[in-house]
C-alpha cells in the first residue's frame, strides 16, 4: 500500500516557481482590471496522518490543501477573494470578485499595502524544511510503539484515544504590487499520545506531544507514550478544593498560554478599537522589572521562524517587554496606520516569542511557592481582553510545604490579567520549547481559587 | 428531495463530466481491497463576509471551496484522503489512497442507486444573492446607527456579516445518494461602552439556513444591536462576581449552551463506543432529576444546527438523550452506529470534504417544565442569574465541564438585584443536571450564532433550554468573601 500512497504524496509537491508565477499572474490580472495595487498569497501543503488506538490503526489520513488568496485596492477601497482552484479561469473569477467586492466597501484612510521600503530584501534561509521520507507502515509503527508504552505503564491505564503521528510539509508564497514576490517552505512533523486512566469510578485522560520541523528532533516516541501515561495516572482520585486565595503556578506547557494573552492583549487590532486592558501601556510597567520578553524571528528550524511576515514586511528581532517595561505593540500595516505608528512585522501574529527564565525548576518553584495551586490544565474561554478579566476552568495539584499533596479538579481560577502580571513572582527553567512561544512554569503571588 | 439531488448532480457532477457510472466505478474500486464499505462526499461551498467598523464597511471578501472526500472502512479503521479536484484522476488517486487501510475485511460490490429522501428544512435558496451588495451595506450601515443611537457611551461598534451557499452529494457503497443544498447566514453584532475610563463590551447577533431577508425581517438586525448595547451598559455597572457553589438560575435561550457542554459531548456515540466518556455504559440510569428531558433535534425549520440529512446521507432527526431524567440514547453516525449495532441517529457531520465525519449535535435543547420564571427566582434566598454566555468546553472523559457567563446578577432574596462581572461556571456533567430542581415554562432556543468544536472540526450547532433551578454549580469569580 505505501507505493501508491507515498507517490500519491511524493508527486503532488510542486515547484517555489510554480506558487510564485501563480501569484505573479494573480497580481497581473489585479492590474488587468485596474486595481491600483494589490497582494496575493498562493500556499500548498500535504501531509500523512495516522491513529493508532488499543493497538489497532484508527485512521489513515492523507492531506492534500491548495490556497489561493487575493486582496485588490482601488484607492482607499478594498475588496479579499479567496480559492482552491489554481485553473487560470479560477484565478479570473476570484481576482473580479475581489474587485466587485471593492466597489461596495468605503474609502478607508488607513488601507494599503505596507510600505514598499519595509519589503524584506534578502530572504534569509532559517532551515525550516525537514521533509520525513515516512511510509504510512513506519508511521503506523511509531504511533503504535507510542501507545504501547502508555498502555504498559501502569495498570490503571485501561483505555486509549491512541497514538498519533503527523508529517506535514508545506510551501507558501506572497506578492504584492510593489514588485515584491517571496516564498518558503517548511515541514512540521509530531508525535503525541492521549491515554485515560482508571481508579474506582473515576476516569481521567491526558496527553503528551512532541513536534518539531526535523524529525530527527522529535522526542522518541515511546518517551510520548510514557509522559501521557505518567501525566493521566497522577490526576486520578482528584478532590475539589475549599474556595479560597492562594499562589498559582501556571506549568510550562500552559504558562505559554499566559504570554499568549499578553501578545493578544498588545495587538493592534485590540489597541486601535480599545478593545484591550492593555491600551496606553506603551513604555508603561506591566511586569516586574526583571522581566524581559523576547521576540526572535530568525532562530534556526524553530516553528514560529519566518523571513517575512504575511505583508511582505522583514521580520525582525526585538525586546517585547524590557525590564518589566512595555517596549512595543504586535501590528501589522493596517493597525498601525490607525494608531499613527509603523509596524513591526507582525501581520500574522508573531514569531518565536520567549520570557527569560529564573534558575529554579518546577520543583525549586513549588518550593519557593510553598502552600499553593500547581495548575496544569486550564479550560473554556473565559478571558475578557476588555477589561483584563480572567476566569477559566482548572485541574492540578495542591501543594503544601513545597511538595505535591494530591490531584485537583472541578474548580476555577480567576484573577485580572493586568493583576497576574503585575504579580508575577518568578519564571522557571523548565522551558517548554514545542511552540511558537516558549516559557518556563509561571508563578503568581495570588489568584481567587473557586471550589467548595 | 430529487430536487436536491438533480442540484447537486448539476452543480458538481455534470461539470466535471462525472456520471453515476463514475461513480460506480471509482467506489469498486475502493471496495476491491476488502474494505467493508466507501463513500464519497462532494462539496461545492460559496461564502461571503462583509465587516463594518469606525461606521464604515471596510472589508468584504469571498471564496469557493469545493472538493470530494474518499472514506474506506474496514472494521474499526478509517482510510481517508480527499483532492480539492472534482475530476476522475483525482478521485481514482483519491479512493487508491483511502484504500490503503485495508488489510482485511469483506469483498464488496456497490449496490445499485438509491436515491435517499430527506428533510425540507430549508429552501435550496442561494443567500449571497439574497439581497443586493448595495443593500447588505446600508443594512449594517443601519444596524452601525441603530446602535451609536442608544447611548451616547457607545464608542466602538463592529459589525460583521456573512453567508454561505453549500451544495453536497454523498454517494454510499450501500447504494445510497443523496445530497442537501444548505444556506446559511449570519450577523453579529459587537459594541463597547466607555464610562468614566471604564471599558466594557457587549456583543449580540443571529442567523439560520435562509436569506438574509431574515436580517430585515421583525428589524431582527437592529434587535441585535439594541440587545449589544444593553449588555454593555449593565456591564459598565457590574461588580466583582461572587466565588464558590452556589445555587444558579440560568436564563432561557443560549444559555442551554450548559447542555451542549456538560451532557451533549459526553452522549456522542464514538465516546460511547469507545468507552472514553463519563457516560459510557449508563444507559437506563437516572443522569438527571425527573423534570429534565432533552434532545437533540436537526429537523427545526430554518435553524442555523438543522439539516436535511446529514453528512453521510442520512435524514436527520430527533433524538431523545434524556427523559424524565433517565438516559436514553447516543448521537450516531454510521460508522460508530455500525459498530455498536444499533442504527444512525443521523448525527454524521464533517467540517467538509477535507475532514472525516464523526457524532456531532444539530440543536440540542432541554423542554419547557411547569413553573413560571418568576417562580424560580423567588425561589432563591442568595444565588447567581445568569443569562448571557460566551462558550464552553468539556472535558468528556472526567466529565468537567465549564461555560463562561458574559451577563449575570446576584439573586438576594428571591430578586435580582446587582449585575456582576462575567465568570467561569464549572461542574461535573454525569451530576449536574441531577441538581436541576426547578425547570421553567419558558423554553427558547438560541438566536442562531453556535458554533461547535470537536477534534480540531468546526460545524454550526443550536442550543435552547427554559429558565433552569441548580441547586450548586461552582461560580468562578474573584470575590472570596
Redesign the interface.
Known sequence: MSDTAQSLAKSAFPQLDTLQNLTADVLAEAKGRGASSAEAGVSFGAGLSVTVRMGEVETLEFNRDRGLAVTVYFGQRKGSASTSDWSASAVRETVAAACDIARFTAEDDCAGLADADLMVRDIPDLDLCHPWDLTPEAAIELARGCEAQALQFDPRIVNSEGGSVFSHQGMTVYGNSHGFLGGYAGTRHSISCSVIGRHGDGMQRDYWYSAARDHADLEPAEAVGRTAAERTVRRLDARRLPTRQAPVIFAAEIATGILAHMVSAVRGGKLYRKASFLLDHLGKQIFPEWVQVREQPHLNKALGSAPFDNEGVATRERDLVRDGILQGYVLDSYSARKLAMQTTGNAGGVHNLSIACGDKDLVGLLREMGTGLLVTEVMGQGINYVNGDYSRGAAGFWVEGGEIQYPVEEITIAGNMADMFRKLVAVGSDVDQRGNIRSGSLLIEQMTIAGE | MENAIEIARNRILTPAGLGDDDLDAVIGRVLGHAVDSADLYFQVSRH?SWLL?DG????????????VGVRAISG??????????IVLPALL??S??????ADAGQQGRVQAWQARVGNALYAPADPLTSMD??D??HLMQAVDAEARKQDARV??V?VSMASTHEVILVANSDGTLAADVRPLVRLNVSV?A?QQG????GSSGGGGRTGYEFFVDQERALGYAREAVRQALVNLEAEP?P???MTVVLGPGWPGVLLHEAIGHGLEGDFNR???S?FSGRLGERVASEQCTVVDDGTIAQRRGSLNIDDEGTPTQSTVLIENGILKGYMQDRLNAGLSGVASTGNGRRESF?H?PMPRMTNTYMLAGQYDPQEIISSVERGLYAVNF????V?I??G?????ASEAYLIENGKVTRPV????????GPDVLTRVSMVGNDLALDAGVGTCGKEGQSVPVGVGQPTLRIDGL???????G
Do not use: C, H, P, W
Open positions: 461571503e467598523e464604515i464597511v471596510k472589508d468584504g471578501s469571498y471564496g469557493i471551496d469545493q472538493g474499526e479503521k478509517t482510510g481517508f484522503a480527499y483532492s480539492d479536484e488517486q483519491a487508491q489512497a483511502a484504500r490503503a487501510i451588495a448595495t447588505k451595506v464608542k466602538q463592529m463597547i466607555e471604564r471599558r466594557e463590551q462576581a466565588a464558590g457553589t469507545k468507552g472514553t463519563a477535507a472525516l460566551g462558550g464552553g468546553q472535558d472523559t472526567s468537567k465541564f465549564v461555560f463562561s462581572k462575567g465568570a467561569t461556571l464549572i461542574g461535573n461552582t461560580v468562578g469569580g474573584t470575590n472570596a
